[in-house]
């Protein structure tokens, strides 16, 4: 674990779920903005080749957590304490999906996944608010995802609604917190290119145009840039924006019909 170095004015950025995909795109675009970095995810081997990787740029801390546990985030808050850490901006990205229908999984696997999509991320903002605000310039940035800006597909019956969840928990922040120079965000990226895919068992099944994938660290970019920016809501590509504009101004029942359809493209189903 790389040794601990003073805090620049700046203070610190907490990644959660830095180990891979957009979080550790994050984690590099930050460090190359010169902000210290906090990684945190399950991975302690993946977090200490990252740490490595980066602390020629700023300093880097890692504390390796699983935030499917409920005590991971109060334990996490007490180690930066403990260490000293001042979090001036949270970027709250640790997460997946549930594959197949509601209940072709047990309950405990719905329970693991609200834990660390809701839960987590609710707990670990409120015990960091307080020295998010008092830096002047506090940041928060949900990673959410563009599913929830979209109605609800046929399989991984939690995701959307979890990701619906951080849209709205970033909007309440945004205006509750603007006092004191605080911009919350909520990404909302498209099919971006991860381990997301393979973890919930469905990059063999994607049948999606190329002209939709992301590159993860561009998505990174632009959740930061937007961030930085003030703004509240983050949908990285023109092309996702204008699908965006389009689904606005559809009937639901239309929506939800072409969601229904096109669900099994990519989702495992029972």
């Known amino acids: 674990m790389p040794d601990a170095t003073p805090a620049p004015s700046t ?3 907490l990644v959660t779920g830095a180990s891979s995909g957009i979080g550790e795109q994050i984690a590099r675009e930050y460090a190359k903005r010169g902000v210290p970095l906090v990684l945190t995810a399950r991975r302690a081997d993946r977090l200490q080749a990252l740490a490595a990787d980066l602390q020629a740029q700023v300093p880097v801390e890692i504390v390796a957590a699983d935030l499917a546990d409920p005590g991971a985030p109060a334990a996490l808050v007490t180690e930066l304490e403990r260490r000293g850490l001042q979090i001036r901006i949270l ?6 999906g549930v594959p197949g ?14 834990q660390v999509m809701v839960s987590a991320v609710g707990e670990l903002t409120w015990r960091l608010l307080p020295s998010i605000r008092a830096s002047g310039q506090g940041r928060i940035l949900n990673v959410a995802s563009f599913a929830a800006l979209m109605p609800a597909a046929d399989g991984q019956t939690l995701y959307a609604p979890a990701k619906s969840f951080l849209l709205k928990f970033s909007e309440a922040l945004a205006l509750e917190n603007a006092d004191r ?3 919350a965000t909520a990404l909302c990226p498209g099919f971006t290119y991860s381990e997301f895919h393979d973890v919930t068992g469905t990059r063999s099944r994607m049948r999606v145009s190329p002209t939709m994938w992301l590159d993860a660290a561009d998505v990174a970019r632009a959740g930061i840039d937007g961030n930085e920016r003030g703004d509240v809501l983050v949908v990285p590509g023109w092309r996702y924006r204008l699908l965006h504009a389009i ?6 029942r239309l ?8 669900s099994r493209k990519v989702r495992p189903l029972d």
């Open 11 to 13: 203070g610190y950025v």
């Open 181 to 183: 120079g605080v911009h």
């Open 255 to 262: 929506a939800l019909g072409m969601m229904a359809r096109n």
């Open 247 to 252: 689904v606005k101004l559809l009937p639901h």
């Open 91 to 96: 970027v709250n990205n640790a997460g997946y």
């Open 101 to 114: 229908r509601y209940r072709s999984s047990g309950w405990a696997d719905h329970a693991a996944f609200l």
